[in-house]
């Protein structure tokens, strides 16, 4: 059983990049695996949270969505929160999120 945590997506500026992605829809809900997370499978299940996973390539972190297998591409946003479990398990630093499919 995993946990997660809720996170916000940052974009700067009015210009959306994402080619409709999830960080184009105000009304997607996203969350982060976090071992001390308050949220569990359950919940994930019940309220259709969009799940982000990182990754990494060439040394870099990004998040992509869990389930998206098609190759993405950063759009101009990145994922945090001031919880400082995110911190804990991510840096303090926010991350690239890779959402947008050509």
Do not use: W
Request: proline residues 4%; hydrophobic residues 25%; contains cysteine.
């Amino acid at each position: 059983m995993s946990n997660y945590l809720l996170v916000n997506i940052y974009r700067s500026g009015d210009i959306d990049c994402s080619n409709n992605s999830i960080s184009n829809n105000p009304h997607a809900i996203c969350v982060v695996p976090c071992p001390n997370g308050n949220i569990s499978d359950e919940d994930i299940q019940k309220a259709k949270y969009t799940v982000l996973e990182l990754n990494e390539s060439g040394g870099r972190e990004f998040f992509t969505v869990r389930g998206v297998s098609k190759r993405t591409m950063n759009g101009g946003c990145f994922v945090y929160t001031t919880d400082s479990r995110f911190s804990k398990q991510y840096g303090s630093n926010p991350i690239r999120l890779h959402d947008r499919v050509e």
